[in-house]
């Protein structure tokens, strides 16, 4: 029972360690890019900050607290643009989507 106990704990240590290492490796690849376009493709996870007069790095960890009145996060959307009735005469319906994607994002439809 204390061997198992004592796994336990060094899987739980293991654990938190690994997400801690890969918050803190998002944030930096976050803090890294210069422009807003590279800064929504590094993550889904990365936000941009338009604001003119911001000092500080505009590419941040969205989920950081920062002081930007301006903050560029798009996510992905699915609109249906048309939705044709079914009738008896045809057995497929067409159906007009548009779809916005961000990479790394998942969408389901």
Request: proline share 3%; net charge negative; glycine share 4%.
């Amino acid at each position: 029972f204390v061997l198992r106990m004592m796994n336990m704990k060094c899987l739980l240590i293991s654990l938190m360690l690994v997400t801690l290492v890969s918050g803190t490796s998002v944030e930096l690849l976050c803090n890294e890019q210069t422009s807003c376009r590279e800064c929504i493709q590094a993550s889904s996870l990365c936000s941009w900050c338009a604001q003119s007069e911001f000092t500080g790095s505009r590419c941040y960890l969205s989920t950081n607290d920062i002081s930007c009145t301006d903050v560029q996060s798009p996510h992905g959307s699915i609109a249906e643009t048309s939705n044709d009735t079914f009738s008896s005469l045809n057995q497929v319906v067409p159906r007009y989507v548009n779809i916005n994607l961000r990479l790394g994002e998942p969408v389901t439809f």
